[in-house]
């Protein structure tokens, strides 16, 4: 009977230490972008913010991690360099990634771009590089990249 006992919390304890611990954190960027649109043939000057709620996930002992991360745009408006149409673009996006180890991550959402004088819209590509150090914190810091296409 002892022996069963003894196997037993040997066995929740070696299963308790591949428990996952969590991360989470809030990053706020400020937009100052001027962005070439093939739409409407001009390049726009958007600003606004951007806010990322990020969590990470990763398995003790070990390097598996899961990143997750919520995109949204807070009022980012823009202005036509050449027309000077007003334009908003809005995102709302979430991206999830799952990882062995440090590498680096890079992902792309789709966002929409709407000229306010015409009614037009556009969408908007956002594409986010991280870096993974396989530690389970937080990555380095996001680059992010934004570009117009017509579709």
Not at 76 to 94: E, R, S
Not at 96 to 112: D, E, H, L, M, R
Request: charged share 15%.
């Amino acid at each position: 009977m002892k022996r069963r006992i003894f196997v037993l919390l040997a066995l929740m304890f070696a299963i308790a230490g591949t428990c996952a611990a969590q991360q989470t954190q809030v990053r706020i960027t400020q937009i100052d972008e001027v962005i070439y649109s093939p739409c409407t043939d001009e390049e726009i000057h958007f600003t606004g913010e951007r806010q990322d709620n990020e969590q990470i996930w990763f398995a003790l002992p070990g390097p598996f991690w899961k990143f997750k991360v919520h995109v949204v745009f807070k009022q980012v408006t823009g202005v036509g360099l050449t027309t000077g149409d007003l334009y908003t673009w809005h995102a709302n996006a979430t991206q999830k990634i799952t990882g062995n180890g440090a590498q680096v991550v890079s992902y792309k959402s789709k966002a929409t771009v709407k000229n306010l004088n015409t009614g037009v819209t556009f969408t908007g590509i956002i594409t986010d590089k991280y870096v993974f150090n396989g530690t389970g914190a937080m990555p380095f810091e996001p680059v992010h990249e934004y570009t117009l296409t017509c579709e």
